[in-house]
């Protein structure tokens, strides 16, 4: 899977996806650090790539298009979770990845389950 780590995703999650043979770039390897949503949305529309984020704004289906880009996934912590519940969440979503069909969908990833939305194409 194609995948792009928002800046809110640090290193550890780029290791975690790498380390279960996923193609990984983050938005601030590719200097869009501090970018739009927009901005970074288009790079992953452009690249074909999964945006992974916790950032709550890529939920909005009409202003972000999953089945444009290859797919989002939002991680949503309980409040302000630590870097041990953040690690849960990212193998959750790994482990997702292997048994659920992310093609270009939306995710919303929460600890105890992962909530699938599925788009038709235009």
């Known amino acids: 899977m194609k995948l792009k780590l ?3 995703l640090g290193g550890r999650a780029q ?3 790498r ?4 193609d990984v770039e983050t938005a601030y ?3 869009l650090s501090g970018a739009s949503d927009q901005s970074i949305y288009n790079a992953c529309c452009a690249e074909g790539r999964c945006l992974v984020t916790l950032d709550l704004d890529f ?3 009409v202003r972000f298009s999953a089945h444009r880009c290859g797919g989002i996934i939002v991680l949503r912590t309980p409040g302000s979770a630590s870097s041990s519940v953040l690690e849960a969440l ?3 979503c790994i482990q997702g990845l292997h048994t659920i069909d992310m093609n270009n ?3 919303i990833v929460e600890p ?7 788009f038709e194409k235009d």
């Open 59 to 61: 939920a909005d289906p």
């Open 6 to 8: 928002d800046e809110n």
């Open 90 to 92: 990212l193998r959750q």
């Open 29 to 31: 390897s590719e200097g």
């Open 105 to 107: 969908n939306l995710w």
């Open 19 to 22: 380390a279960a043979e996923h």
């Open 112 to 118: 105890t389950r992962i909530r699938v939305r599925q």
């Open 15 to 17: 290791t975690l996806f």
